[in-house]
């Protein structure tokens, strides 16, 4: 299963963006899952999950700023990231919960004014 994140970009402090992330090229069911980023020099970190109940969790540094969320009839896995800060900048990748999918090459989120 190759997952494909997108909707990163460069946004200033303040700002906002949506990710999204679907299955290529696979029949694979987007239900219990989660978004990881990756800071350069840093390990990866697991910042949302959702579970196939819908049930959600944030790590502290992102809460209330990030919703994650799924659409079932379309197979999307989404992080809604709001009032993004210069230590949000990362790449961001899509998973399921333990990490153990082929990891794609996730979308880039740059803050900077």
């Known amino acids: 299963v190759q997952l494909q994140a997108s909707g990163g970009g460069l946004v200033q402090p303040g700002g906002s963006l949506r990710l999204s992330c679907t299955p290529s090229g696979s029949r694979y069911s987007i239900r219990s899952m989660a978004w990881y980023r990756q800071a350069p020099g840093k390990q990866r970190e697991l910042v949302a999950l959702i579970d196939d109940l819908g049930s959600t969790e944030y790590v502290l540094s992102v809460k209330g700023r990030f919703t994650i969320s799924r659409n079932n009839a379309k197979n999307t896995l989404y992080l809604q990231m709001n009032d993004l800060k210069p230590e949000d900048t990362a790449v961001y990748f899509c998973?399921?919960?333990?990490?153990?999918?082929?990891w794609g090459q996730g979308t880039q989120v740059t803050v900077s004014s």
């Open positions: 998973n399921n919960l333990i990490g153990t999918l082929a």
